[in-house]
């Protein structure tokens, strides 16, 4: 017998309580079949909550942005404009999904790069321009001018200190003045502030950017433009685990040998020429901290002496952020079936009416264990390999040895935790004619599931 190494993934007591309810995850696969992706739209609405709480105990006046990319749930759109949120959209097709979900235009900002086409829309409409380039702020200057004026962001990089990684997103420092001096020239555009986003949680690394950006603000404000708004983004971290250690304990495993643990040729990005490859916490399943930490430790922070939410009101400036994992942070799972179990490669695999793109992005490995639905007895001593439906030897759903709570056998349901942050659509593709799962809405009412179908599933 092997060494067992799970990798237990945290519930939320909503997911638990469904996955505990056989009858409920019973209707939700017999009503919308399976493979089924299921969003719970009470725990965005809590993680608002929860996010908005830090920002008011702190004092500071902020606005919160749901970044849509992080998952095309209609449910949970809608679930963002009733608690009160903004969106953060980043093409055509989310705007008009944002304005059907009851946004109104001017609780919507535009991210990304953008097209002459949605620049128009963005413009006509009064949506908030988060220009990526001097060559956006052109376009929108001209769309502006057949209207209204056009608030806009300038969003920021080229930031100088180290802490803050490199980006290919935003006007770079040495251009600011270059992009204040257009915006002071175009009637048409009303400077709302400055803006960056950071793929980092580090909050030395905000707070740095957060100091580089303050100093355009001012430079604005030498040149008679009003900016009252700076922006940090989102990057807020997702709470995968209750306790770091099992990760800690399995990363330290593959990086030093990972034999059995992995399916042969992986190693997971863990290893590098036999050492760990950067510090296994870093890794975003390891972590046990909510993104309200993160959020809490960059207001604490300190500029000169003073923390963040105290020079934020003194500059009167209103701090937005635009959460996307955050926001989604448990608020979904994705259910597949097990057709069969087989021996391949001298290993036991459970092959899954699934496929891997369908439930992770295509550069990530889902590092956690599934739980089988109304599983029960011992936990099997050896773990297993999870194979998807596609007919390549790449749909590995797992490439990870996991290890289950019970035996699963064909017919049994497997719920994948945690998975409504980019894991459900960042890469999902209709691969071998298998379309990516629908979604459903789960929401608990009086003790009981109920269930909406989800429009705008997968795309
Ligand atoms: C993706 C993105 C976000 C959301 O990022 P999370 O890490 O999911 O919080 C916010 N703002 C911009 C500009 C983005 O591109």
Known sequence: MSVRYPLPAARHPIAARFLDDAAAVGEAIERFGSPLHVVFPQVT????????????RHGVPYDIFYAHKVNASAALLAEASIAGLGADVASAAE?????????????????????PAFIDRIAALGVTANADDLWELDRLAAAALAGRAVPVLLRLSGFASPAVPQSRFGIDLADADA??????????????????????????????????????????????????????????????????EPFQRYS??????PGELVWPGHDLGLRRAGAVAGAPAAHKYGNHRPATDVLERFLAAEVERRPVAEVLRECMLTLWIEPGKALVDHAGITLASVLYRKRAAGRDLVVLDLSRNQVTPADQEVLLDPVLVGG??????????????LCLESDLVSRRKVFLDSEPSSGDVLAFINTAAYQMDLSASSAG??????????????????FVADDHHGS
């Open 252 to 257: 330290q495993a593959v990086a030093t040998g």
């Open 433 to 450: 004619g298998h379309p990516p799962p629908p979604k459903v809405a789960a929401v608990l009412e009086g003790g009981r599931f109920t």
């Open 95 to 115: 705007l008009d999904r944002a304005l059907a979900a009851g946004f109104a235009a001017d609780r919507i900002e535009a991210t990304g790069p953008k097209s």
């Open 376 to 389: 029960h007895g011992e936990p099997p001593a050896e773990g297993v390999f999870l194979a998807g439906r």
């Open 45 to 56: 609405a809590e993680n608002a909550t929860a996010l908005a709480g830090v920002l008011r």
């Open 179 to 244: 992009a204040l001096e257009t915006v002071r020239r175009a009637p048409g555009l009303d400077l709302r502030g400055v803006a960056f986003h950071l793929d980092t949680a580090d909050p030395a690394a905000r707070v740095d950017a957060l100091t580089e950006s303050m100093a355009v603000v001012a430079a604005a404000h030498r040149k008679g433009l009003r900016p009252s708004v700076i922006d940090i983004g989102g990057g807020f971290r997702q709470r995968f685990v209750e306790d770091p």
